[in-house]
């Protein structure tokens, strides 16, 4: 007597069946933890570093984030994550400080330095 069982093709598609909701329920769980996986994501639009104007705009996108502050100054962001502030430079050499803060309470910052160079023309020499 032979204990070789046979596979239809019924029963390997059920296998397939079943292998490939596995598939789909692990990515789907994957893809709902992502934000839980990767925390707080901060991306500052360039800019240069030498500012002629005492003002400037920092602005940005932010993921995943609860609170977002720039220099210890909340800030807010669209429906679609991005922010736009203004920024007042002191003289000389500032430095920009964004902290975000998700929902877990895990932290991310991003600093860049600034600096107030304003443009000089020949009559405020006089």
Same mark, same amino acid.
């Given at each position: ?5 046979? *596979? ?6 059920? +296998?397939?069946?079943? /292998?490939? $909701?596995? $598939? /789909?329920?692990? +990515? *789907?769980?994957?893809?709902?933890? +992502? &934000?839980?996986?990767?925390? &707080?994501?901060?991306?500052?639009? &360039? ?14 996108? $932010?993921? %995943? ?5 720039? %220099?210890?100054? &909340? ?10 502030? /203004?920024?007042?430079?002191? %003289? ?7 902290? /975000? ?14 600096? *107030? ?5 020949? $009559?405020?020499?006089?």
């Amino acid at each position: 007597m032979s204990t070789y069982r046979s *596979y239809t093709l019924g029963r390997l598609l059920k +296998w397939l069946a079943g /292998a490939a $909701a596995t $598939a /789909a329920l692990g +990515w *789907y769980i994957v893809f709902q933890a +992502w &934000p839980l996986i990767t925390g &707080p994501a901060l991306t500052l639009d &360039p800019m240069p570093v030498a500012q002629s104007g005492r003002v400037t705009t920092v602005s940005g996108t $932010a993921r %995943n984030v609860t609170t977002i502050t720039l %220099n210890d100054r &909340p800030i807010f962001t669209d429906d679609e994550g991005h922010f736009q502030e /203004a920024l007042v430079l002191e %003289n000389g050499y500032t430095i920009l400080t964004l902290r /975000a803060k998700d929902r877990y309470g895990r932290k991310k910052t991003l600093e860049q330095a600034l600096v *107030y160079a304003p443009a000089y023309s020949s $009559a405020d020499e006089r």
